[in-house]
Structures are given as C-alpha cells and as structure tokens.
C-alpha cells in the first residue's frame, strides 16, 4: 500500500498560483498512476488530473486544462499540481490519490480506480 501526505494548500486571490505535493511511501510508488482529485461541501469528490505510473501521459477535466499541470518526480516519490490562473470555483479540498493496480495509464480518471488517499489539503481562491 501506499501512503501519501498532501501539502500546499492555503489562501490566493483569484489569478493566482499554487503548487500542491504529494508525498509517497511504499517501495511501489513508482509503478502506480497517482492522481489529483477535489471535493467541497456537500458535492462528490471529482476528479482534476491523473498521470500515468511513468509519467508519460496525463489527463484533466475540462475546466482546469490549460491552467493545471500534473508531473512527478519518482526519484523523490512525489507528485506536484501547479495551479495557474486559479478561479474562485477552483475552492475546495484537494486530494492526492494512487491507483489500485499497478502500471496504470492514469486514463481510468473515476475516484473508485483509486485505492489509496492522503489527508487532503484545503485550497481558498478569493474574488
């Protein structure tokens, strides 16, 4: 299993930026697609981005393309969001999750393809 520690998060004005991590342990880490995930109150959690367990292929939903990337680091069994351009829609509980079996593309963006979560981290996008 993996376990994972979300950081990052805080308060910005809306057309700022933020980098969130994630931080992994557990010797597999590098052979899970990980993905970035985000909730608010009373909604279901929904998916941002995943990328794949090698990092060469990622995906996102519609309304952070272009302002989010996803990467990893697996030297330093890590995953990054960068934020950009970030709107105050864009307010919730960000989580980190890795996928449940090994060697995904990341392409399986459902929340259920994933098996294990960190903590969240709280992000606030001001008007």
């Known amino acids: 299993q993996v376990q994972l520690v979300e950081s990052g998060g805080g308060l910005v004005q809306a057309g700022g930026s933020l980098r969130l991590s994630c931080a992994a342990s557990g010797r597999t880490y590098s052979t899970y697609a990980m993905g970035w995930f985000r909730q608010t109150p009373g909604k279901e959690r929904e998916f941002v981005a995943t990328?794949?367990?090698?990092?060469?292929?990622?995906y996102y939903t519609d309304t952070v393309k272009g302002r989010f990337t996803i990467s990893r680091d697996n030297t330093k069994n890590t995953v990054y969001l960068q934020m950009n351009s970030l709107k105050p829609e864009d307010t919730a509980v960000y989580y980190c999750?890795?996928?449940?079996?090994?060697?995904?593309?990341?392409?399986?963006?459902?929340?259920?393809?994933?098996?294990?979560w960190g903590q969240g981290t709280q992000v606030t996008v001001s008007s």
């Open positions: 990328i794949s367990w090698s990092g060469s292929s990622t």
């Open positions: 999750a890795a996928g449940s079996t090994r060697y995904g593309s990341g392409s399986r963006t459902h929340p259920s393809n994933f098996g294990s």
